[in-house]
C-alpha cells in the first residue's frame, strides 16, 4: 500500500492523504500506530534512495517551505548538530528547507556583575509600591528621578536613608584619600581659586516639597487617618528607561492590583490590555 501510494501520487499532498488512510486502515486491523510509522518511514526513505539512484526527483516535486533555525556557534560541535538535524529533516519532513544560522555566545562579561548594584532608594526610571503600616492601603507609582526625592516629596521624613547617604559618602572619601595628588606646574599650583558667591534662592526646596506634599494622596492618608507608611520597606517592581514603556507598566500594575491610594486607575490608555493583565504575568509588589 506504501509502495502503491509512492507511485501514484505525485505531490505531497495526495501523498499525505494516502499516507493517512494506510493508518487508519492500519489501526482497524489492530496494527500499533508506531509500526505502521515505521514502515512508511522505511519504504519512503527506500524510494527517495531509489529515485536518487536512478535518476533526479521528476515524480515528487514541489516548493520546499524554509525554516530558520538558530544556533549557538562551538565549531565542531554546532557543525555536527546541523547534520542530524538535517537528517531528521529529510527523512520525517522532506518538504522543509532548513536553513541554518549561527550567533557566538555569551561572553564571559556577562556572567559577572562588574558594577557595584545600586541601592532601590537610589534607583530612578521605575515603578515602585509602597504600603501602610497601619491599616492595608497600598500606592503604586512611577518617577524618573531618584526613589529617594520622590518618596521626599510623598512626605517621608528625611532622617531614613540619610544614614545610608552618610555610608556612601564616607565610601567615596576614602576612596579619594588614597588618590595620590597629580603633578601640576608651578604656575597652576600657586595660582589662587576665585570663588563666586550666586544670590540665595527666593523659595527653597523644603517650600517646593511642602507644596507637593499637600497633593500627594499618601500624604493626605497619613493626615486624615493618623496611619504611617511602610517608607523603608518599599519595593521597587520595574523599571524602564523609557518614559512611555514605564507609563505602560505602572498602569498595568495599578490595573490589577488596583490599590487603595491611587487616585487613577492608569497613566495612559491600555490600548492593547484594556483589561489589565493576570498577576501571573506581572511582578508582585509584596514580594
Known amino acids: 500500500m506504501v509502495n502503491r501510494a509512492l507511485i501514484i501520487c505525485s505531490t505531497y499532498t495526495p501523498l499525505a492523504a494516502e499516507f493517512n488512510e494506510i493508518r ?3 489501526l482497524k486491523n489492530d496494527y500499533p500506530l ?3 510509522d515505521n514502515i512508511i518511514g522505511i519504504k519512503l526513505s ?3 534512495r531509489k529515485m536518487n539512484g536512478e535518476s533526479k526527483l521528476t515524480v ?3 516548493d520546499k517551505k524554509k525554516m530558520y533555525v538558530e544556533l549557538p556557534f562551538i565549531r565542531s560541535s554546532t557543525l555536527e548538530l546541523k547534520k542530524k538535524i538535517k537528517h531528521l529533516s529529510n527523512k520525517l519532513r522532506p518538504d522543509l528547507d532548513i536553513q541554518f544560522f549561527t550567533k557566538p555566545p555569551p561572553s564571559t562579561q556577562a556572567f559577572f556583575k ?3 548594584p545600586i541601592v532601590k532608594h537610589m534607583q530612578s526610571d521605575v515603578v515602585y509600591y509602597i504600603k501602610c503600616n497601619d491599616c492595608s492601603h497600598s500606592y503604586i507609582g512611577k518617577t524618573e528621578h531618584q526613589c529617594l526625592r520622590r518618596l521626599y516629596e510623598h512626605g517621608a521624613p528625611k532622617t531614613i536613608y540619610q544614614q545610608q547617604q552618610c555610608n556612601h559618602v564616607s565610601d567615596d572619601l576614602s576612596v579619594s584619600n588614597n588618590i595620590t595628588e597629580l603633578r601640576r606646574s608651578s604656575r597652576i599650583k600657586n595660582k589662587t581659586a576665585t570663588v563666586t558667591t550666586a544670590p540665595p534662592p527666593t523659595t527653597t526646596d523644603d517650600d517646593n516639597n ?3 506634599n499637600a497633593k500627594s494622596s499618601i500624604t493626605r492618608h497619613e493626615k486624615e487617618t ?3 507608611m511602610d517608607w523603608s520597606n518599599f519595593q521597587v517592581t520595574w523599571q524602564d528607561n523609557h518614559y512611555y514603556r514605564l507609563l505602560i507598566k ?3 500594575l495599578i490595573k490589577t492590583y488596583e490599590p487603595e491610594l491611587n487616585k487613577t486607575t492608569h497613566s495612559v490608555p491600555l490600548l492593547v490590555f484594556p483589561d489589565g493583565l493576570s498577576r501571573v504575568l506581572l511582578p508582585n509588589p509584596d514580594l
Open 24 to 26: 487508519r486502515i492500519g
Open 34 to 36: 508506531s509500526v505502521i
Open 46 to 48: 527506500q524510494y527517495r
Open 60 to 62: 515528487i516535486r514541489c
Open 114 to 116: 562588574t558594577k557595584d
Open 210 to 212: 511642602d507644596n507637593k
Open 226 to 228: 493618623g496611619h504611617h
Open 250 to 252: 505602572e498602569s498595568l
